[in-house]
């Protein structure tokens, strides 16, 4: 029998990540743009995502585990040509990664149980946090509010009622 230790959240999510096994699966499910952001850590091009201009109620899931990572009163308009929010859905949800490339010193985001790479946390948000989350469309889907979240893991997971 294989001990399975779970890890969750504040909010109920479990954030175990992925075998090996559900990674592949859940691999093979992403477009090339897609797979270019979350695991090699690429950037889509400003003003161009799908999810810049969304504005319903809802939630912003991570694209490869579907872990909620923001929601909708969070994001805000930066200008930056990346959609912009000044919180995560739950501190645990998203992990900070100090970021050397490009000659720059970033603070990487990636989703907390799978490790995708979301985009890049700046100290030049709005109150109450003064942080902003500036995340590639391509690396989050869009669950508006009353609707169900994906759940490729099979973990059960849900936004509280």
């Known amino acids: 029998m294989n001990a399975h230790v779970t890890s969750r959240s504040s909010t109920g999510f479990d954030l175990t990540p992925p075998t090996e096994a559900e990674r592949k699966s ?3 499910n992403l477009t090339q743009d897609e797979a270019d952001v979350l695991l090699h850590h690429g950037t889509e091009a400003p003003f ?3 999810l810049l201009a969304q504005k319903d109620e809802g939630v912003y899931c991570c694209r490869l585990c579907a872990l909620p ?3 909708h009163k969070t994001k805000f308009e930066s200008g930056t040509g990346w959609p912009s929010f000044y919180a995560p859905y739950d ?3 998203v992990k900070a990664v100090k970021d050397v490339s ?3 010193v970033r603070i990487e985001t990636r989703c907390a149980r799978c490790d995708s790479h979301q985009g890049h946390v700046f100290p030049d948000g709005p109150a109450p946090t003064r942080l902003r989350y500036c995340i590639n469309s391509v690396s989050l889907e869009f669950v508006k509010a009353g609707e169900p979240l994906r759940d490729p893991l099979h973990r059960g997971d849900h936004l509280p009622t």
Do not use: N
Request: charged share 15%.
């Open 26 to 28: 859940l691999e093979a």
């Open 48 to 50: 161009c995502g799908g």
């Open 69 to 71: 990572l923001f929601q």
């Open 91 to 93: 501190e645990a949800h």
């Open 102 to 104: 490009y000659g720059m």
